[in-house]
């Protein structure tokens, strides 16, 4: 028989999460600690939130960077992430420490510690919760994958831009990345 993860309490996080100088996230009763990002991680992240940057410019909607606490609540419990990049259009839920509530878009950018979580964990709290829209992009493999919530709260296969590909956001259809660009150092 395989032995269950220990779980802990939303407040028993907290108490962790308030007296730590490290980066936690707490998802389905599980804590999990950040390690910090390798280089190229840093540069996609850093040319995305330029292009989202420009991009939103005037609009209503807000980019955030990693480390931005992301707090999502229902009546099943707390879960308290940070994305590398969140997307925020609502901003009803923006307090002086957080965001608690359903961001447009989450991006999340691969690292061999985060892979499974963000394909597992982290995309079926984004889909429970009603993200819009889930990136997935993977420095390794030049890749960046879309997913796009459908009816019924389920996300849609993805889809995958490699290479020469301009990427494009089914939310904000007239942003167009180029995917040479984004992995830039």
Not at 45 to 51: D, F, W
Request: proline share 4%; charged share 20%; aromatic share 12%.
């Amino acid at each position: 028989m395989i032995p269950k993860e220990n779980t802990i309490s939303y407040e028993e996080f907290l108490k962790i999460d308030n007296s730590s100088d490290k980066n936690l996230e707490y998802i389905n009763g599980i804590v999990y600690m950040q390690a910090a990002p390798s280089v190229i991680h840093q540069a996609v992240v850093t040319n995305l939130s330029t292009e989202f940057g420009v991009f939103l410019k005037g609009k209503d909607c807000r980019h955030f960077v990693s480390p931005f606490d992301v707090i999502f609540k229902s009546n099943e419990g707390k879960h308290k992430v940070q994305p590398d990049l969140t997307i925020i259009c609502n901003k009803k839920g923006l307090n002086q420490n957080n965001y608690e509530g359903i961001p447009t878009i989450v991006v999340e950018v691969l690292s061999p510690s985060t892979t499974s979580r963000d394909y597992i964990e982290k995309m079926n709290l984004y889909m429970r919760y009603g993200v819009e829209e889930y990136w997935i992009i993977s420095p390794k493999n030049k890749t960046v994958e879309i997913f796009t919530l459908q009816e019924g709260n389920t996300y849609s296969e993805p889809q995958i831009f490699s290479k020469d590909d301009m990427v494009q956001s089914n939310v904000f259809n007239d942003f167009l990345v180029n995917l040479q660009e984004l992995f830039i150092l």
